[in-house]
């Protein structure tokens, strides 16, 4: 890992002197080697990286403050879509069995302290579900569970992808976006001051817009884009692949207005895969194509 922290560091300070973000220090989480791990995300407060493994069947929690890692689920297919709530005390997830030609989808809410849950929806097809506060959100047949009209601005959130569309929470109501008009969307994220998004429209690449859509800024191919908790930088992956295989992925950022962009790692050896920032610290977590976790530090410049 001081090989890997070497080789980032020295390419920081290579191609740009005066880069406004830059990467200060890197650590691979000292996790198994049994699984292939990926998907990491930061708890609302920063002191976690939770992450499944790469069929994405468990959840796992490592402290980064303890040092430690424990085991949530071990569920079917609960890693590809969980997530938390702001006061970090509960975890909701969808889990997927199948027998023969059936599927059956389940919406299963977790305390963490606890270690207790509970199944809140049952069906077919149920949406990704998400959090309004500390209240879960989900959709089943269309009908939306979990949402109260507030008044309270800060109640911003993205609840998922429906029919290709961002499917916002804005103040308890949901509401649909679609910037670019029959657009087809992945990677929906709220920036920290909660006035504009950053997602990728399929054919289009990157945008930031405005929470109803308006003043669009193109931003091109840039892949799983995430806020920086300042809001003044969207660090994104920049893979290549060869049409059959991926053969390399870097970490970049690029301003909200598309003006500037900057290289954060140039590591020949580690493929870099879905950074995700922390909202609460300069840290950007991302997994590997091998199956690692890493944690970035990193500084900006005014």
């Not at 390419?11 to 406004?20: I, K, L, N, S, Y």
């Not at 305390?111 to 579900?129: C, E, H, I, Q, W």
């Amino acid at each position: 890992m001081k090989t890997l922290l070497t080789i980032i560091l020295v390419a920081v300070v290579t191609f740009a002197a005066d880069a406004q973000i830059r990467i200060t220090r890197t650590e691979e989480l000292p996790l198994s080697r049994s699984r292939h791990w990926s998907n990491p995300q930061f708890s609302p407060n920063g002191r976690s990286v939770f992450y499944t493994d790469g069929d994405g069947n468990g959840i796992w929690e490592y402290s980064l403050q303890d040092r430690t890692s424990r085991r949530i689920t071990e569920d079917p297919k609960s890693g590809f879509a969980f997530s938390l709530s702001q006061d970090g005390m509960s975890l909701v997830y969808r889990r997927t069995s199948e027998s023969g030609q059936t599927r059956t989808q389940e919406i299963v809410m977790m305390n963490l302290a606890r270690r207790t849950s509970s199944v809140l929806a049952t069906g077919p097809d149920v949406s990704n579900p998400s959090f309004s506060g500390n209240t879960p959100v989900y959709t089943v047949r269309s009908k939306t569970s979990g949402l109260a009209p507030t008044t309270a601005r800060a109640v911003i959130s993205v609840l998922g992808i429906e029919n290709t569309k961002i499917a916002l929470n804005l103040g308890g109501r949901k509401v649909i976006v679609d910037p670019h008009g029959n657009g087809s969307y992945v990677w929906p994220e709220i920036s920290p001051d909660n006035r504009r998004l950053v997602a990728y429209e399929m054919d289009r690449g990157a945008f930031v817009c405005d929470l109803d859509g308006a003043n669009l800024i193109a931003l091109g191919r840039r892949n799983a884009p995430s806020w920086a908790r300042s809001g003044h930088w969207i660090v994104y992956m920049d893979d290549r692949d060869d049409g059959h295989r991926l053969l390399a992925s870097d970490l970049w950022a690029i301003s909200p207005d598309g003006s500037s962009s900057l290289q954060l790692t140039m590591t020949r050896q580690t493929i870099e895969l879905n950074p995700r920032c922390s909202p609460t610290e300069n840290k950007i977590v991302c997994s590997t194509a091998t199956g690692s976790i890493l944690v970035f530090e990193y500084e900006e410049q005014q």
